[in-house]
């Protein structure tokens, strides 16, 4: 039996709320949208014509300097290296961290995990200069290692897989411990598919915010050739401050794995965000 469709007619006011939204990431975009065609116009006819939006004349010439001028895929590397490790860090011990917190007794539990979260509550400039001296001292001043292996344990990423994994019935655990599962084969098999949603939103907000840091890279590294994209991108700024085609090229091109990475997961992203809400 075909099942009736019905079509909803929008009242006035979602009209309006509806093209006020449009109107508002219109406004969002228009800087984005300016970056990037700005990276195909030379320096001397944004000078010109400041008030003209579309080259005049296309060029590749900013991006040519930017490929030919600076390491650009060693500092490509430099983040992807470390955004990678740090992500797949973060998702493992905040999930197996939260599948404890969530599915095992022992004692003190509840005050261990309200501990865990008064950290979150402590500002991260407060923290900056003991954690550059313990980098210091363990001798991984200007190496990956100091932005990898303080970012391989989330707070946040632990008590948003903890509230999740809480929502898995104990009675799937305890079945799955029958038919003979093992604690670890519980975690891969049982939890982390019932937790998809979440563990892809926490791998975006990881992801962004890794790629995205800039006081971090600021305070552990001093060398060019081991700096980040963001980090780099001010130095080249600064070094290349009149040629606007060059900038706004290096800036398109730091800009463009996040988009990508948001496109390829914007559904897992919002069904996370989503269910998070709805908790």
Not at 81 to 97: D, Q, R, Y
Not at 162 to 186: T, Y
Request: glycine share 6%; proline share 5%.
């Amino acid at each position: 039996m075909q099942k009736m469709k019905y079509r909803e007619h929008s009242t006035p006011i979602q009209k309006i709320i509806t093209l006020g939204l449009l109107l508002i990431a219109f406004i969002v975009v228009i800087p984005y949208l300016l970056m990037l065609l700005s990276s195909f116009r030379t320096t001397s006819e944004m000078m010109k014509n400041p008030s003209v939006i579309f080259p005049i004349q296309w060029t590749l010439s900013g991006y040519e300097k930017v490929f030919s001028r600076a390491p650009i895929f060693r500092w490509f590397l430099n983040s992807l290296t470390i955004t990678g490790s740090v992500t797949f860090a973060v998702l493992f011990t905040s999930t197996i961290t939260g599948f404890v917190f969530a599915k095992y007794s022992f004692r003190f539990k509840e005050t261990l995990f309200w501990i865990l979260l008064a950290t979150m509550m402590i500002p991260s400039q407060v923290t900056m200069i003991p954690s550059f001296l313990i980098i210091n001292t363990l001798g991984w001043y200007n190496t990956l290692y100091a932005l990898i292996i303080p970012g391989m344990v989330s707070v946040f990423g632990i008590f948003l897989a903890r509230q999740f994994i809480s929502e898995v019935p104990d009675s799937l655990c305890e079945a799955a411990l029958i038919d003979g599962c093992s604690n670890m084969g519980l975690y891969f098999r049982v939890i982390l598919p019932q937790i998809r949603p979440a563990v892809s939103a926490l791998a975006i907000f990881t992801f962004l915010g890794t790629w995205n840091d800039y006081l971090g890279p600021l305070i552990m590294l001093s060398e060019v050739d081991r700096m980040t994209l963001p980090l780099a991108l001010t130095i080249f700024n600064t070094n290349h401050s009149m040629d606007l085609g060059a900038t706004m090229s290096a800036a398109t091109l730091v800009m463009l794995p996040v988009i990508l990475v948001f496109l390829l997961f914007q559904k897992q992203f919002i069904k996370g965000i989503s269910i998070t809400g709805m908790k």
